[in-house]
């Protein structure tokens, strides 16, 4: 079984909006990730969060963990038309490191 | 710039037919992973591997195998392919950090279609 579920499944909205994704995961874990997936190509890193990290920001990029929820969310703000992209979380519990199943989100110029 | 490389970016192989993926890594990364994405499904883990000749299972391992020799190459194989193996195959790679992965890189993918 998967460990991330992302929420929503497809997202889309208009641009200069936020855009919020959320993950909910089910064990313990030692950090959490979030990257993104061009159309056809790999996954690129965007930010990774530990465990007792609480909030982390990355240029227009804030995510934030909440382990007693099992839980994290990822906030993109004044999103763009390039933006448009699948999000997936990642949870990392020693060597393993499990995905999600990912949010398509559409940036409409 | 750390670089993870995929031997074919497509591939078609014949039901029952021994198929082998390989994967590359340039930046001495412990840990490797395969993963097979599907519409809807996601990125699921088929195995991972932390140190050389070192392997674990993932979420979904049956009908796969792995071999690790060197540290810079991991290798997927399909026993016997079959067509529910049709899929986008993604390898990554990351260092190991203090009991935790770090970011992983990930190579461009295989896209296998077993007919």
């Known amino acids: 079984s998967q460990q991330g579920e992302e929420d929503p499944q497809a997202l889309s909205i208009q641009e200069g909006e936020n855009a919020t994704m959320n993950c909910s995961y089910k064990t313990s874990i030692n950090n959490l990730q979030w990257y993104r997936q061009n159309s056809g190509r790999g996954l690129v890193h965007l930010i990774l969060i530990r465990s007792n990290e609480r909030e982390k920001h990355s240029g227009r990029l804030r995510v934030t963990l909440d382990t007693s929820k099992k839980s994290s969310s990822l906030l993109i703000t004044a999103s763009r038309a390039a933006d448009t992209a699948s999000y997936f979380c990642?949870?990392?519990?020693?060597?393993?490191?499990?995905f999600g199943e990912g949010t398509q989100l559409t940036v409409n110029p | 710039d750390v670089k993870v490389t995929q031997s074919s970016r497509y591939l078609v192989k014949r039901t029952g037919e021994k198929v082998f993926l390989e994967c590359v890594q340039d930046?001495?990364?412990?840990?490797m992973f395969w993963y097979r994405q599907d519409p809807g499904l996601g990125l699921r883990l088929i195995y991972f591997s932390y140190d050389v000749k070192m392997k674990e299972k993932g979420d979904i391992p049956e009908g796969y195998s792995v071999s690790r020799e060197k540290k810079e190459r991991f290798s997927l194989i399909l026993e016997s392919a079959s067509t529910n193996q049709t899929s986008m195959y993604l390898c990554?790679?990351?260092?190991?950090?203090?009991?935790?992965?770090?970011?992983?890189?990930f190579g461009q993918g295989t896209r296998l279609t077993v007919v």
């Open positions: 930046m001495d990364h412990e840990n």
């Open positions: 990642a949870t990392s519990s020693g060597s393993r490191l499990t």
């Open positions: 990554a790679s990351s260092r190991m950090g203090p009991r935790m992965n770090t970011e992983a890189f």
